[in-house]
């Protein structure tokens, strides 16, 4: 069932060289925020999970943006929404 190496008779070992190891991935946060309309929003959150990236789930609840807001329009009625993705970087 198992193979157990033995030292040859010089005493060296026979193990196989290990390999070189790769380096590990390190995670990494990435914040995405999506800015508009309720259905403008909506439709983006389903299409990114039409194409296997984020899950509705994942996304804030909608929140209104005040207009002095980083990413606010003269549009009324901007909603905003965001969601943190956890990438591994090689």
Known sequence: ???YLE???SGASNFPPS???KP???QER???MLY???AGIDRI???LHALGYADPNDWSDPMPVP???EGATDQPNQWMVIMTKILLIE
Do not use: T, Y
Request: hydrophobic share 40%; glycine share 4%.
């Open 36 to 38: 508009g309309s309720l």
């Open 67 to 69: 207009p002095s807001a």
């Open 30 to 32: 990435v914040r995405h």
């Open 1 to 3: 069932m198992f193979e």
């Open 45 to 47: 959150i389903k299409i």
């Open 19 to 21: 390999a070189p190891s």
């Open 7 to 9: 030292p040859d008779a």
């Open 24 to 26: 590990q991935p390190r």
